[in-house]
């Protein structure tokens, strides 16, 4: 197969092999982010017989990888994920349960560290009747060692934000086990396999920043690519489907940089956090907490005001009073 290159202003899509478009077109330590949904290795060609839905408005030519050849394919691109990272450099990989292990093997065989293995709940799960629906697939987020990783803490929610029941709404977003729906296109165009806009979103929030180098293995229908350049992110990906590729390309270049990109919150500044505690702040915070709880003031209330007076997360205060108490 020829190889083809299309630009977009500062971004790069090739038309080939992630591998060998890699090696051709990524210099190494250059990439920031990479975000990618590699074929599963399940007969994805057939997914109509898996999935209730209209074949008839999903793009032909996925390629799916035969699922005998499934490891050495998922080392060879993994190594080379590795290989075009920067030092702190990040990887997210989205992976069904069937070949999982190897998808593992093949990271444990780099030195990319483990951050987190996060379980995407969607929607629209596999009926079946004598066995539990499958309806998660796995995220594993990994980063290179030697540098400095992004991770934008307060980048969809400031740490004081709080929802009706008062809970963080920031510890909530930064939980490991995601509740996101999948795009739901009747009578639309679609890829055979489309991450939905939402979770790239929170994925590229967290984990770059504007201007960051984001590089997709497998562009498909070009959800990463879309995402990432309407975030303000310079981009380069690979699809080895040249009738997917010729499909998606017109559609990236209507794709207006910046048009999701949000003002993120304020951001909510402890001043302490992290800080030892002297022992002047913890007889402060023991003999504030009497003097509190003994005016009739509710927990809630007595830990707002030690976080506001000691300038600490609330976390911290109520670990530390936990830690007072039981001495």
Not at 78 to 98: C, D, F, H, M, N
Request: glycine letters at 8%.
């Amino acid at each position: 197969m020829a190889e083809r290159i299309e630009r977009i202003g500062e971004h790069v899509f090739v038309n080939a092999d992630c591998v060998r478009g890699a090696i051709a077109h990524v210099r190494d330590g250059s990439v920031d982010l990479i975000v990618t949904d590699p074929p599963y290795g399940i007969k994805g060609d057939r997914l109509d017989r898996h999935y209730n839905r209209d074949e008839r408005f999903v793009d032909d030519g996925y390629v799916e990888v035969d699922a005998r050849k499934y490891k050495a394919f998922s080392r060879a691109w993994i190594a080379q994920a590795e290989r075009v990272l920067k030092p702190g450099g990040q990887l997210y990989v989205v992976s069904g349960y069937t070949n999982l292990y190897d998808v593992l093997g093949a990271l444990r065989a780099t030195r990319l560290r483990e951050i987190n293995h996060i379980i995407w709940k969607y929607n629209f799960g596999v009926y079946t009747s004598s066995k539990f629906v499958s309806s998660h697939y796995h995220i594993l987020y990994y980063a290179k060692p030697g540098g400095k990783r992004t991770f934008n803490l307060q980048s969809r929610f400031a740490l004081d934000e709080t929802a009706g029941d008062g809970r963080s709404l920031n510890y909530r977003d930064r939980e490991d086990v995601w509740t996101i729906k999948r795009e739901y296109k009747p009578g639309k165009r679609k890829n055979k396999n489309e991450l939905p806009k939402a979770l790239l979103q929170k994925l590229l929030a967290y984990s770059s920043k504007e201007g960051d180098l984001v590089c997709d293995f497998f562009l498909g229908g070009g959800s990463t690519a879309a995402v990432a350049i309407g975030m303000n992110r310079r981009f380069i990906g690979f699809e080895i489907s040249e009738r997917t590729f010729s499909s998606r390309v017109p559609d990236l270049r209507k794709i207006i940089p910046g048009s999701l990109q949000e003002t993120p919150p304020a951001p909510h500044v402890v001043r302490n956090r992290g800080k030892s505690w002297s022992p002047s702040e913890v007889e402060h915070l023991q003999v504030r907490f009497r003097e509190l709880h003994a005016s009739g003031a509710t927990q809630g209330a007595i830990v707002a005001t030690l976080s506001a007076e000691l300038e600490r997360g609330a976390w911290a205060i109520r670990k530390r009073l936990r830690s007072s108490n039981q001495s």
